[in-house]
């Protein structure tokens, strides 16, 4: 299974999401969710991994290098498994991207 980070908009409000994929559907998941943010999913960003530590305790992401949705979610696959294959971030550590609550 994978995890899908995305922030998406819910009643005027940014929310935090946090999926749990196959492999291989998370670009299928990523446009499902974001379609009908305004613009539409293409140029949202998005992290997946494989796991998160400490995943209840997320509250928020940085968006700097993060994966961009696509124009369809094919594109966007390809660019979530070249991700998986050689990750660029981590979710956490020192230079993670995502937040955590204290």
């Known amino acids: 299974m994978s ?12 929310v935090l999401e946090i999926l749990t994929c196959y492999p291989g559907a998370e670009g299928i998941a990523a446009h499902q969710r974001l379609k009908n943010e305004a ?17 209840s305790q997320v ?24 991700f998986k294959a050689n990750p660029t971030a981590q979710p956490d550590g020192p230079d993670g991207v995502l937040i955590y609550a204290e």
Not at 3 to 14: D, H, I, Q, S, Y
């Open 3 to 14: 995890k899908l980070v995305l922030e998406r908009t819910a009643n005027g409000a940014t």
């Open 39 to 55: 613009g539409g999913a293409a140029g949202k960003p998005i992290w997946v991994w494989n796991t998160i530590p400490n995943s």
């Open 59 to 82: 509250v928020g992401m940085t968006t700097a290098g993060a994966i961009n949705c696509q124009a369809t979610a094919a594109q966007t696959q390809i660019l979530i498994d070249a």
